[in-house]
Structure formats: structure tokens, C-alpha cells
């Protein structure tokens, strides 16, 4: 039966236990399974670092062919953009609303949009207020530090994986 991590720590876990109620006298048995316990979990350990490598050289390469496809994208984009600029600006010029193919149809329709040219005169109610509040931790950190209660925030010491 393999183990997983959460299992390995379990049977840790029990062990202990089993120590203590033994007021911290360790028997052979415990010894060898508490060995035995330690080097699954090396080795338990050492595969998911090595599984964790693996997706993350993964999940860079898909990022990396996200942003070349991207790329590609916005070329074709820009291209159409140009096109459709060309054309419209040649349709205007012949004064043509519509061309008919048997593929497709293309015309010119009328639209109308509010173009602001200078915001200062307007009105008011003309405005939408829009404000937000961001924390800066930056700033929570320097005043905590300082010695200054703050009410809602702490500084927690964690303990960060690393894999190289």
C-alpha cells in the first residue's frame, strides 16, 4: 500500500502519541518505525519536489506559448484593423454604402458616439465618482515595526517552501 504525505504524518502522529503514553520511552519496534517513517518521508518529499518542478517548468512553458500566441494575435488584429481602415476610407471615398458578393456582404451604417474633447465645463452630473482605499502593507509593516499598535493587522512569521 503506498503512502501519501497526509498518511506518513498520521502514522508520525500515532507514534508519538504512543511514546508519550509511555511517558517518552521508545521501544525498538518504535525506533525502527519511527526510521522507517523518516525515510518515506525523504523520499515521499523528494517526489513531490520533483513533481512540483515539473509543473512549474510546465505551467512556464504554457505561459510562455501564451504570450507567442498572443503576439500572433495582436498582429492579426492590427492587420485587420488596417484593412478594415483601408477599406472604409476607400468606400467613403467612392461614396459606395454597399458591396454584394456571393461570399459576403459589406456596407457602411451610421453610428453615433459621445466624444469628450474637454471634461472641465461639463456638469456634475455628468460625473461618476469613483474612489478606492488600497492597503498598503508596506506602510501597516513600517508603523507596526515602529512600535505603534495597529487594531487589524499583525506581522506573521511563515515558514516558505522552497525548491531548487
Known amino acids: 500500500m503506498k503512502k501519501s504525505l497526509y498518511n506518513i ?4 502522529l500515532e507514534l508519538f502519541e504512543n511514546i508519550i503514553e509511555q511517558d517518552g520511552e521508545i521501544t525498538e519496534e518504535q525506533e525502527k518505525a519511527l526510521s522507517i517513517s523518516q525515510e518515506e518521508l525523504q523520499v515521499k518529499a523528494r517526489n513531490y519536489a520533483l513533481v512540483i518542478l515539473e509543473n512549474k517548468h510546465i505551467a512556464n512553458s504554457i505561459l510562455s506559448e ?3 500566441l498572443t503576439e500572433i494575435g495582436d498582429k492579426y488584429v492590427k492587420l485587420n484593423e488596417r484593412l478594415e481602415y483601408s477599406l472604409q476610407l476607400a468606400m467613403e471615398t467612392f461614396n459606395i454604402k454597399k458591396i454584394e458578393s456571393d461570399l459576403v456582404t459589406i456596407s457602411l451604417r451610421e453610428s453615433e458616439s459621445v466624444e469628450i474633447y474637454n471634461e472641465f465645463p461639463l456638469p456634475a452630473e455628468c460625473f ?6 488600497i492597503v498598503s502593507k508596506t506602510k501597516v509593516k513600517e508603523l507596526i515595526e515602529s512600535g505603534q499598535p495597529i487594531v487589524g493587522a499583525k506581522i506573521v512569521k511563515k515558514n516558505n517552501l522552497q525548491i531548487k
Open 9 to 12: 504524518q498520521q502514522d508520525y
Open 66 to 68: 501564451i504570450e507567442r
Open 128 to 133: 461618476t465618482e469613483k474612489t478606492s482605499r
